[in-house]
């Protein structure tokens, strides 16, 4: 079997998150139809909350370290350094949460604070161990770790569900998820905690600084229609919205990919001069993420209110405008990210941290003048104005450092099959009302079949890496 680094990465975490969306989305559907909207919109605010804590506890070292580690100096000491402190962050966040626990009312009266504690450390802890491997280029194994935390998260949380424990249960998955992840990373874990010095530590915080910063004002961005549509309006809004944005996910699949096997080549490359070959790999990266984005938004604007329907239930059909906004703003979220990562990975946090700043600012403001006025869909529309500035600002900045291009006779075939693809699913809706899931599930194939086929057949670029990727892991490929 012959196949590149990042290629071979890729294919691991692209494998790894269809696998575990489809187990996810099946997992959805059924704590929908049985605990309904409101319990999830219960774990989607707590999730919400442990995500903005979270960072608290890591204080942008995990960054830092994945930065300093994966350029190749003194790996145990940086290790050393961003477990020791890592640490003593954990330990004084949970005593102030302990301390301010009056404060959050919801939480407690629902049983969700000690679980919420309970997700922080171990979180914690599986961030130490996951940052050691991950700078270590083991991404594969990182993978792995991964496709079993989610799994047994899922499992946990059917299970709990079933025998009626609702939100607790659910939170209680979460939890047991990231110790089976644990146990993974650990055993694979390479770097020793040893002995470190100052320049570690300030090795570590001349980079931490801005990358806890900006992943607070990410996780606001990412969080804040969350946490404002269950303060202006409720629950049970809260988990139509999350449940339809977890959906759009599927936008991302190959991006995801992407970015988590590029990021520790990129800072190589920098740190070796190799500036056109960051610029052909990102131009490469686009195309391949958006061979997924774009034609899964293209579906959804089709079919997005009949899938709700179906999937999860009448109620969830009424997001079905909300979804269609979300998976555009998962369009943009492909550039964003991927120049944003370029930009970490040249270490440049700065413009990164503004960049983010601007979308965070946005995001929130829309979101306190649509919330109350659009509900979801302000909401949503909120995170699109947001997404789109703060992608602009990360493009602009990076496109003084590196040359920024996309392959756009790729783009433009993608563009083309996705339209044609769409075209074919409005067809099959008029010849075939949707008045079942298998009819549903039906147009969703056909609208796949059209789409691959009409792409491999106009983009020779990508018929050529799909050939090449086949052979090496050792599927026949015609022609």
């Known amino acids: 079997?012959?196949?590149?680094?990042?290629?071979?990465?890729?294919?691991?975490?692209?494998?790894?998150?269809?696998?575990?969306?489809?187990?996810?989305?099946?997992?959805?559907?059924?704590?929908?139809?049985?605990?309904?909207?409101?319990?999830?919109?219960?774990?989607?605010?707590?999730?919400?909350?442990?995500?903005?804590?979270?960072?608290?506890?890591?204080?942008?070292?995990?960054?830092?370290?994945?930065?300093?580690?994966?350029?190749?100096?003194?790996?145990?000491?940086?290790?050393?350094?961003?477990?020791?402190?890592?640490?003593?962050?954990?330990?004084?966040?949970?005593?102030?949460?302990?301390?301010?626990?009056?404060?959050?009312?919801?939480?407690?009266?629902?049983?969700?604070?000690?679980?919420?504690?309970?997700?922080?450390?171990?979180?914690?802890?599986?961030?130490?161990?996951?940052?050691?491997?991950?700078?270590?280029?083991?991404?594969?194994?990182?993978?792995?770790?991964?496709?079993?935390?989610?799994?047994?998260?899922?499992?946990?949380?059917?299970?709990?569900?079933?025998?009626?424990?609702?939100?607790?249960?659910?939170?209680?998955?979460?939890?047991?998820?990231?110790?089976?992840?644990?146990?993974?990373?650990?055993?694979?874990?390479?770097?020793?905690?040893?002995?470190?010095?100052?320049?570690?530590?300030?090795?570590?915080?001349?980079?931490?600084?801005?990358?806890?910063?900006?992943?607070?004002?990410?996780?606001?961005?990412?969080?804040?229609?969350?946490?404002?549509?269950?303060?202006?309006?409720?629950?049970?809004?809260?988990?139509?919205?999350?449940?339809?944005?977890?959906?759009?996910?599927?936008?991302?699949?190959?991006?995801?990919?992407?970015?988590?096997?590029?990021?520790?080549?990129?800072?190589?490359?920098?740190?070796?001069?190799?500036?056109?070959?960051?610029?052909?790999s990102l131009s490469k990266s686009f195309s391949f993420s958006l061979a997924l984005a774009v034609p899964a938004a293209t579906g959804a604007w089709v079919l997005g209110g009949p899938l709700l329907y179906f999937l999860y239930g009448s109620p969830f059909a009424v997001a079905g405008t909300a979804m269609a906004i979300l998976f555009a703003v998962q369009i943009i979220v492909v550039f964003l990210t991927l120049e944003t990562m370029c930009l970490l990975a040249l270490d440049q946090p700065g413009p990164v941290f503004w960049c983010t700043v601007i979308g965070a600012v946005t995001t929130i403001a829309l979101d306190f003048l649509l919330i109350p006025a659009y509900g979801i869909e302000g909401a949503a529309l909120s995170l699109l104005f947001g997404t789109l500035f703060s992608s602009i600002a990360v493009h602009r900045r990076l496109a003084a450092l590196i040359r920024v291009a996309v392959e756009a006779r790729t783009i433009l075939s993608i563009v083309g099959a996705a339209a044609i693809m769409a075209c074919s699913v409005a067809v099959y809706r008029f010849l075939v009302p949707l008045t079942t899931v298998f009819l549903t599930i039906g147009a969703v194939a056909v609208g796949m079949i059209v789409y691959t086929v009409l792409l491999l057949g106009f983009d020779r670029t990508i018929r050529e890496e799909v050939r090449e990727l086949a052979h090496g892991v050792g599927i026949p490929w015609i022609g």
Do not use: C
């Open 1 to 280: 079997m012959e196949i590149g680094p990042v290629r071979r990465q890729s294919l691991i975490v692209f494998g790894s998150s269809i696998g575990v969306t489809v187990i996810g989305f099946f997992a959805t559907i059924y704590i929908a139809h049985v605990a309904g909207a409101a319990a999830l919109g219960g774990l989607y605010l707590l999730l919400a909350y442990t995500g903005i804590i979270g960072l608290f506890t890591d204080g942008g070292v995990g960054s830092a370290a994945v930065q300093r580690i994966s350029e190749g100096t003194e790996q145990d000491g940086y290790f050393s350094a961003h477990a020791a402190i890592r640490t003593v962050l954990l330990v004084v966040t949970v005593t102030l949460l302990f301390a301010a626990r009056p404060l959050f009312v919801d939480l407690d009266q629902a049983g969700l604070f000690p679980w919420m504690i309970v997700i922080l450390v171990v979180s914690a802890a599986s961030g130490i161990v996951s940052t050691g491997v991950y700078a270590s280029g083991k991404v594969g194994i990182l993978q792995v770790a991964d496709f079993l935390n989610n799994l047994v998260r899922i499992l946990v949380q059917v299970l709990a569900v079933s025998m009626g424990y609702s939100v607790a249960g659910l939170a209680g998955g979460i939890a047991a998820g990231l110790a089976a992840g644990l146990v993974v990373n650990i055993k694979f874990l390479h770097l020793h905690l040893t002995r470190f010095e100052r320049p570690h530590i300030r090795g570590l915080f001349a980079f931490s600084g801005y990358s806890f910063v900006i992943g607070l004002t990410a996780t606001l961005m990412g969080y804040a229609d969350t946490i404002l549509i269950g303060y202006f309006l409720s629950n049970t809004e809260v988990g139509l919205y999350r449940t339809a944005f977890q959906l759009t996910s599927l936008a991302l699949f190959s991006m995801i990919a992407i970015r988590t096997s590029l990021y520790p080549k990129v800072a190589l490359w920098w740190k070796g001069g190799e500036r056109a070959l960051i610029g052909t």
